[in-house]
């Protein structure tokens, strides 16, 4: 049915638009704060929820063995779910928009691949890419080649004629390539080595740490209002390339800043907590699902619900089996496959129709 | 308002396109149409208008002022382009898109008076039916519709339509030119656009300026330029000219033997 709309009518159909937006940033928010709690009252002693939140406010109303288990134990852990899943949404948000394809994520660009072969050479040769680096040996090595591997990536966006898809071609090289190079490291490495490759592969939380933590969260904020400055014209890439810059957006130079700024918080999530698929492919489909891809509620709602879906991640890693406490790489990824399949399906019906 | 190019040079790389073009002063409010085949450098001389192409000699002058070198988003203030069409999958709507273009040189936050110049851009181009649908839903000639809306929202001084009515069917390629026509008759923009279509840019234009391998071939009244024989050979033709009943002017082409 074509009815003609009132100039008010626009409006106030725009208006009651953004407020569905809103409340979905505080429903997601909600939720998050819920899972978040939920994860830190979860674990091989199972607490409720009132008690965690009590030793939330006073750490030692339920005495020094409780808030040793919820400050020192628990709550890095939770954090550091939030943050990475975090920075891995809004790493995978922004590939997404600027590479114009939505299975743009830093695992699909080989980043994590890079970052795993970083830490292999670290367990296997001992071998440091930064000197002096001590307890820090593995994360710095990870964080290295993923950082390298970005700056690759970049360096292919500023030759001439390279368009999105050219770069996606580039990421499945650099997958390939350093998966090859994972698998020698793993041939030369002895069975201690082994176990120990295959575990950081697998990502795994209990590697937060309070230092790993207060650097993510500086990322963080650093890169949100970084991006939330460029929703514009990132908002305007979506319409296409050549329609951006008739808009009057830089398109190349939007592209190197915000692949330094996606390299930077892909590194570091990576360098964390080893291998996380699908967070960065999940995160944003969800979002733009829920808001659309206005870039003002899809960046902060990436954010939001990578951070969710990671949290809930690590409560399930500790649910399903008691006193196990799973590795969130083989979680996401089994959550993270349906969801796969079904964007692969629903591109393949708007095409149809 | 006034546009005018002088003695620009420009191309892409070591590849000169534009040799020499100069299009003396067009007046807001008329309507250039520039035609000219396929790779005569039409869409090379909306870009380097636009910025998106640097010129290695001459100048573009709006008003008094000279802008050839002024940074892009200054000049897309002043200037709206329009490329060629593009499908895109985005989810946004139809309001949102036009929005958008709004918004890319008015500053980060939503104001209302932003609201209101895109619902009136939309009302005008009878639009508002289609304000809440998603972009990625609409037919060709809808999409165009919207990249109009999304070029004219800005309230340009200078509009550049590259082939604005390319792949549309009669219906839409008048109301298209129509609505811009509108516009002008409104806002008195200076418009340019390139056209393959001799008889609508006859129809529509009060100015044509034939474009031939970067060169300037001819510039002036429709039925002036439609009647040159430059028009067959650019376009490696026998055409013919003629009046319909009710005065429109009728180039009738055929394929030289």
């Known amino acids: 049915m074509i009815t003609d709309l009132t100039t008010a009518q626009m409006r106030q159909a725009y208006g009651s638009q953004t407020a569905r937006r809103y409340t979905m940033i505080v429903i997601v928010s909600g939720l998050l704060l819920l899972s978040f709690f939920l994860d830190i009252a979860t674990g091989p002693g199972k607490y409720s929820l009132s008690t965690v939140l009590q030793v ?223 967070v960065g492919l999940v995160g944003p489909h969800i979002a733009r699902l829920l808001v659309g891809e206005d870039q003002r509620f899809f960046v902060p709602l990436s954010a939001l619900v990578g951070a969710l879906v990671l949290s809930l991640t690590s409560l399930i890693s500790k649910s ?29 019906r708007e095409k149809l129709s | 308002m006034t546009l005018s190019i002088q003695n620009l040079r420009s191309g892409y790389g070591k590849k000169e396109i534009l040799h020499d073009v100069s299009i003396p002063t067009v007046k807001g409010g008329g309507f250039v149409g520039l035609i000219g085949p396929n790779a005569s450098g039409k869409s090379t001389l909306f870009k380097t208008l636009a910025g998106l192409v640097s010129p290695t000699a001459g100048s573009i002058i709006i008003g008094t002022d000279d802008i050839t070198h002024l940074h892009r988003k200054g000049r897309a203030r002043r200037i709206a382009y329009m490329p060629q069409a593009f499908g895109c999958n985005a989810l946004l709507t139809v309001f949102e898109s036009v929005l958008l273009a709004l918004k890319q040189t008015t500053g980060w936050r939503v104001k209302d008076e932003n609201l209101e110049r895109v619902s009136d851009t939309l009302s005008a181009l009878n639009l508002s039916h289609l304000a809440n649908r998603g972009i990625s839903d609409l037919s060709g000639g809808q999409a165009q519709m919207v990249a109009v809306a999304q070029t004219i929202v800005r309230s340009p001084e200078v509009i550049l339509l590259d082939e604005p009515t390319s792949a549309l069917d009669l219906h839409h390629q008048l109301s298209i030119l129509t609505s811009i026509r509108n516009e002008m008759d409104r806002k008195k923009p200076v418009i340019m656009a390139a056209l393959h279509d001799l008889n609508l840019a006859a129809k529509f234009c009060d100015r044509l300026v034939l474009l031939r391998d970067g060169i300037i071939l001819a510039d002036g009244a429709p039925e002036h330029i439609l009647g040159l024989s430059e028009i067959g050979e650019t376009y490696r033709v026998k055409t013919e000219l003629e009046y319909t009943k009710r005065g429109s002017i009728y180039v009738d082409a055929r394929l030289s033997a």
């Open chain 1, 320 to 348: 399903i089996t008691p006193g196990v406490i799973y590795p969130i790489g083989i979680i996401t990824s089994l959550i993270g496959v349906p969801v796969f399949i079904s964007i692969i399906l629903s591109t393949r």
């Open chain 1, 56 to 278: 939330f406010t006073d750490p030692l109303s339920h005495g020094v063995r409780l808030k040793v288990i919820v400050w020192d134990y628990r709550l890095p852990v939770a954090i550091t779910a939030v943050l990475v899943g975090a920075l891995l949404a809004v790493a995978g948000a922004q590939m997404q928009t600027i590479l114009n394809n939505p299975l743009a994520e830093p695992f699909t660009l080989g980043v994590s691949a890079a970052a795993s072969f970083g830490a292999s050479l670290a367990i296997v040769l001992g071998v440091s890419v930064i000197p002096a680096i001590g307890p820090f040996l593995v994360t710095a090595n990870a964080f290295v080649f993923a950082v390298l591997t970005c700056g690759f990536i970049l360096m292919a966006t500023r030759l001439k004629g390279v368009g999105s898809e050219t770069m996606i071609l580039f990421g499945i090289a650099i997958f390939f390539t350093f998966s090859a190079l994972l698998a020698l490291m793993q041939y030369m490495a002895s069975e201690d080595q082994i176990a120990r490759i295959v575990f950081w592969m697998m990502g795994s939380l209990s590697r937060a740490s309070w230092e790993k933590i207060s650097l993510g969260a500086l990322l963080l904020s650093i890169a949100i209002p970084f991006s939330l400055l460029r929703t514009w014209p990132m908002t305007a890439l979506r319409m296409g390339e050549a329609t951006a810059e008739s808009m009057g957006v830089d398109v190349s130079r939007l592209r190197v800043e915000m692949l330094i700024c996606i390299s930077l918080l892909a590194a570091t999530a990576v360098s964390f907590v080893g291998t996380v698929g699908f």
